[in-house]
């Protein structure tokens, strides 16, 4: 076994969470080692659309946005209502510091954000019209280090396609990449293929990890900390079951064989508390030929129906809450959704991946009918309602008044749609041939993990921290609990917690 001893800090994981908490470790002078257990740097978070709810940052006041930390605090009062005391001061931590954090990043010559236009998911009190999120500046290429350029996880699209990344690195590949340059830049050292098995304690403080890497097993000392970023759990069947969490390995979006809940398992076995273990982030996931599910958003018409043929929810609603009303009744999944020929075939809405449409009615993921009552026969939905459902709603369309569910009464649904009617997010079905695909409940990644202080400490059901082991992102109970706030919540929180962890191991013991 090889055992090292030279470093201050270790990182588990390589999502955005780790790779914020590497790149501000090694720009305070700490040594850092990041242990990334799949080939490519980035996991879920390389996939994501890079969006960042970070709050009351100088990025949107350079966008003339009315966002502050006070307004954003009204607004997760208003969303999240009462919520337990160490959860309340964890969300005060992160209001706190979101700001910091993107002003530290900031100053990085290789790191820069913009303001990214996409609505907050609640009609509340506080939200910003357009939404306060932010993004990383796209990158390309040639602008990276190749070593680097050669280590960011593609898109999925193409990741799933067995296919390279793009010339341009934007949203997640562009937060991973300029992360994982400066943590690179400054010295750290970012190995894959190492996958973390266990944790190294000496006199109950954690002083390192056991790996499993290229070279067989091995560990690696922390002088100051280990922290655990390392994705949730959604990639382990079993765990998912015995928590309770809707949904599907094959339907998750995290890459294969990346979060399958190592991090929890490791910290469990110190006695760490955890909670929220039934959560993740929801959406409606497009069935794939393959068994897979694509994580879908925006949909531009066409209505979502249970297995009795009926709308079971607006459609448009931001695709968190359109996932839980989904795990809500078990007839709805698998759903269906019916469009018509308007686009030509295509799916009137923005699925990653979406597929080919051929492949797609080869494997009967989706079928297709000149009527409504094929497209039922089809499906096996019953015809009588099926035709009443769009009858309905194509008379929503003309009215421009969803009388069911309301769609289109909210800036975020009309945000994606083209339409152009009396509510731009009702858009008829008239054009035969008929297309119903088959949806499935995906996440985005579970967000139940280990129970942390707002620096990141884990903690033990007594509440009391063990000393040397923070963690942050979906490795921990999400200080959102059960909502999804707004685009970037999950990154947004992951980079507080982790810069929160790394400060504290700079101003620790070695
Ligand atoms: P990951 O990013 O998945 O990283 C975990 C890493 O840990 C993986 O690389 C994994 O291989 C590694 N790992 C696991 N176990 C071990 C081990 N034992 N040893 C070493 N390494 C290990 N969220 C946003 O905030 N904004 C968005 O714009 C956004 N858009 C999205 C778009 C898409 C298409 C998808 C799929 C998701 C999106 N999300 C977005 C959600 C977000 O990407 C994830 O919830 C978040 O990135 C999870 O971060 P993480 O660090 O916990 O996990």
Known sequence: MNSEHDVDVIVV?????ALTGAAVAARAGLRVAVLERTPLLGGTSAYSG???????????????????????RTYLDAVLGEVEPDR???????????????????TDPDLDFEWLPFPEYYDAPGRVPAGRSIQPTAITREDLRPEIAALVRPPVERDRAGQPGRRTLSGGQALIARLAMIVAREG?????????????????????????????????RARRGVLLAAGGFEGDAAARTARGVPGDVAWSMAPAAANTGDAITAAAALAAATDYTGQGWFCPGLAQPDGGGSFTLGFRSGIMVDQHGRRYGNESLPYDRFGRLMAAAPERVPSWFVFDAAEGGRLPGIAMPEGDPEA????????????????????GLPAAELEEQVA????????????????????????FTGGTGPNRALSPVLTPPFTAARFVLSDLGTKGGLVTDPEGRVLREDGTPIAGLYASSNTTASMFGAHYP??????????????????????SAP
């Open 50 to 72: 890079g969006a960042c709810w970070l709050p009351g940052t100088a990025v949107q006041q350079r966008a003339g946005l009315p966002d502050s930390t006070e307004g954003a």
């Open 360 to 379: 797609h009615l080869a494997a009967g993921t989706w079928v297709r009918a000149d009527t409504i009552a094929g497209l039922a026969a089809a499906t």
């Open 486 to 507: 707004g685009p970037g919540a999950p990154l947004g929180s992951a980079m507080v917690v982790a810069s929160l962890a790394v400060r504290a191991m700079a101003v």
């Open 88 to 106: 309340r001061a964890r969300l005060e931590a992160f209001l706190a510091h979101a700001p910091d954090l993107v002003a530290e990043l900031e």
């Open 188 to 220: 750290g050292d970012l190995r894959v293929g190492h996958r973390v098995t266990g944790l190294v304690t000496q006199a109950d403080r954690v002083v390192g990890v056991r790996f499993d890497g290229p070279d067989g097993p091995g560990e690696l």
């Open 392 to 415: 309905r709603y194509n008379g929503f369309c003309e009215t421009g008044v969803d009388a069911d569910f309301g769609r289109g009464s909210d800036e975020y649904d009309t945000f």
């Open 13 to 17: 994981g390589s999502g955005g969470g």
